[in-house]
């Protein structure tokens, strides 16, 4: 891990916190990764950001609480803003929802929705980022509706939006996610990109990829 998820780390550990740190060396990560085939192939072609976005669905799924990216700090106590609930998280931007900080019951009915989604639509969709996919199925699709759900706003969870010097947190502000891009750095990306296309689609997309030096 990168110096910053250690200093997140430590940083909740010392707020008196308690966390679980997920790895390889768990064997549910193992039979998870196995039993999609999205996140198998992902796996295989090093797309591990992508992995991620579907592994912390099924964590959720098993234990319930809230999950954090490891590069996300923690200000005030969130848990308050989720009593009461069954599925929460905020937005990242104006457009679209963020994955860094989810909040998830066990049973949330929205939860499953978006593992199934994984799981297998996916393959018909031509998303495949984790906050455009949660954007549109709880916003556009309307999964919000489905059980007790709140969609905070930006400076919620987010508030940190890469200013280059002098940052300073909105009072409302409970999470710092500090944004740091590792999947767009991911090669590969072309099989993301042409998943739900048909033969003649994703020959144009790899050669376009290829070719012309377009990603």
């Given at each position: ?27 549910a990560i ?9 996140a198998?192939?992902?796996?295989q ?18 234990d ?18 989720f ?7 905020g ?10 900080s ?6 949330s009915r ?15 969709s ?40 002098n ?9 710092i996610h ?25 020959l ?6 290829f ?5």
């Amino acid at each position: 891990m990168p110096p910053l998820a250690h200093a997140c780390i430590d940083d909740w550990s010392k707020q008196g916190y308690h966390y679980r740190l997920w790895t390889e060396s768990d064997q549910a990560i193992n039979e998870w990764v196995d039993s999609c085939a999205f996140a198998k192939v992902c796996y295989q072609k090093k797309l591990y950001a992508f992995v991620s976005d579907y592994l912390r669905l099924k964590v959720l799924q098993r234990d319930g609480g809230l999950y954090l990216d490891t590069d996300v700090t923690i200000r005030k106590d969130p848990f308050p803003l989720f009593s009461g609930l069954q599925f929460s998280v905020g937005y990242e931007n104006q457009d679209f929802l963020g994955t860094a900080s989810i909040y998830a019951e066990k049973n949330s009915r929205i939860l499953a929705a978006l593992i199934d989604f994984y799981e297998s639509a996916i393959w018909e969709s031509p998303l495949y980022i984790g906050p455009q996919i949660l954007t549109s199925l709880l916003v556009d699709k309307g999964l919000q509706e489905l059980e007790r759900c709140k969609l905070y706003p930006v400076e919620y969870f987010y508030g940190y939006q890469q200013e280059p010097m002098n940052f300073v947190a909105p009072d409302n502000s409970y999470l710092i996610h500090w944004f740091q891009h590792s999947w767009g750095r991911a090669p590969g990306l072309v099989f993301l990109k042409s998943k739900h296309l048909g033969f003649w689609g994703r020959l144009y997309t790899w050669q376009k990829y290829f070719f012309r030096g377009r990603s």
